[in-house]
């Protein structure tokens, strides 16, 4: 495989397995994709999945993984502590070897209309693929979630790159664009106390002065009755993850609260996460595996 385009959508399903295994399913059945990561979460109710090819069997894997769950997936009875905006939430295109930026935007782009036409779903472009500055955040687009979405359709304010300018009811709509490798990073703290990971989040993320290239949330997982400071680095030569690690467990520590670990969602580059660099953020069940190197050869 000389040419490595990697996508990682994101699904608002993390409770029932079995639908998260029917997607991941319908990625590697398809000829020239090699599945490398699944990742579900039930406090998000949210599931990623990590796979690589060539840019036209990408394309393939992700629009037929997108159909499986808009079968098994209706957004009207979903709620989770992620912020989304439909079923299939977000589509990212990463260019990983052999390839441009310029070609993942395309295959971002052939992807979104492939998908709008498809299933009659708006598709909105965001990152490197955006068509206005104000839709390169993703947060920018989910602010106010479906029902904020909605307003400011009908307002006039934001509108679908492809498809309709309608909602779908039963699946909401879908986000899809092309960006660098992110980090998708959690730190989990022995607390109740939201309040505190959201003080934690303000103070690491980009927006309000923190570390560059960081995004940040502070939520309660109700299933273990702690709080988690849950993160996007953009970056991490600008925002090592040790750095990161430290500034939170410090802020923690001011609190009297100790970290209990931290997670990788998704895959992260072999020269942002080494054995020691795991050991010292007290990454959770660290392997080789995490590592997108480690699927190359």
């Known amino acids: 495989m000389s040419i490595i385009l990697e996508c990682v959508p994101n699904f608002s399903e993390g409770k029932d397995l079995s639908i998260v295994e029917k997607i ?116 920018n687009i989910r602010r106010g979630g479906i029902e904020g979405l909605k307003r400011r359709i009908e307002k006039g304010e934001i509108w679908p790159d492809f498809g309709p300018s309608l909602i779908n009811e039963r699946s909401g709509a879908t986000i899809t664009g092309a960006r660098m490798p992110l980090i998708a990073y959690n730190i989990n703290l022995d607390s109740s106390d939201l309040e505190l990971a959201h003080r934690i989040a303000r103070l690491v993320r980009e927006r309000n002065g923190g570390f560059p290239g960081v995004r940040a949330l502070g939520l309660y997982l109700a299933s273990r009755g702690i709080v988690q400071v849950s993160m996007n680095i953009t970056d991490f030569r600008l925002a090592p993850l040790v750095k990161v690690f430290e500034k939170v467990k410090a802020e923690a520590s001011k609190a009297g609260v100790k970290v ?33 190197e480690h699927h190359l050869s």
């Not at 979460?41 to 036209?56: A, L, N, Q, W, Y």
């Not at 993942?104 to 492939?114: M, V």
């Not at 990788?264 to 995490?290: T, W, Y």
Request: glycine residues 6%; contains cysteine.
């Open 24 to 139: 991941s399913i319908a990625v590697s059945s398809q000829r020239g994709v090699k599945l490398l990561d699944i990742n579900a979460d039930k406090d998000h109710h949210r599931s990623v999945i990590t796979f690589i090819g060539e840019p036209k069997e990408v394309i393939k894997a992700a629009l037929a993984a997108a159909e499986k769950a808009l079968e098994l997936i209706d957004i009207r009875y979903h709620s989770g502590i992620h912020p989304r905006i439909g079923v299939v939430d977000v589509v990212p295109f990463v260019p990983i070897r052999g390839i441009s930026m310029k070609e993942a935007i395309k295959a971002a782009c052939e992807f979104g209309l492939a998908f709008a036409e498809r299933f009659q779903i708006p598709v909105f472009l965001y990152g490197e693929a955006a068509r206005n500055e104000a839709n390169r955040e993703l947060a």
């Open 260 to 292: 209990i670990e931290s997670e990788l969602v998704g895959l992260a580059p072999a020269d942002a996460l080494s054995p020691e660099v795991a050991r010292d953020i007290q990454l959770k069940g660290f392997s080789p595996r995490m590592l997108i």
